[in-house]
């Protein structure tokens, strides 16, 4: 579901963490109260400049996870001719370490992305107090 937020976000270079963080929680507010405490898996979709081309909310789960694969992921910034995405996942519980399974998909979006030349900048894991980023922990394998 492509996620409509105000048109400055779009001009918005995404080259921290940080930066994606508020995108990311912005986006998760455009959900109403209950769905916000399910696990969603986004992707913002860049441009070579790093500037937002779409925010998408590839699946929402359930409390404690969600399903997700590569071909979901990449699906719509095949069709938009993105450089590059930046993925994300809310852990509503607060606790923001990833899991052995979000290693696991990290390293298949990482290789997908290989095969058809969309890097993978980072996968972030956020709730409402922060953020976890591969990218700055240096593993983003």
Do not use: W
């Amino acid at each position: 579901m492509i996620v409509t937020l105000p048109k400055e976000y779009y001009k918005i270079r995404i080259n921290k963490s940080e930066q994606a963080f508020r995108i990311l929680l912005e986006t998760l507010k455009t959900q109403d109260e209950i769905d916000q405490d399910k696990e969603h898996f986004i992707v913002i979709g860049l441009k070579r400049n790093n500037c937002i081309r779409f925010v998408d909310i590839v699946s929402v789960g359930i409390l404690t996870g969600t399903i997700v694969h590569p071909r979901e992921v990449f699906r719509r910034s095949i069709l938009h001719a993105c450089n590059s995405i930046v993925v994300a996942h809310n852990h509503p519980s607060g606790n923001l370490q990833p899991s052995t399974a979000d290693d696991a998909i990290t390293r298949n979006i990482k290789e997908a992305g290989k095969i058809i030349d969309i890097q993978l900048t980072d996968h972030i894991i956020f709730s409402n107090e922060g953020h976890y980023s591969y990218a700055d922990e240096g593993k983003l394998f």
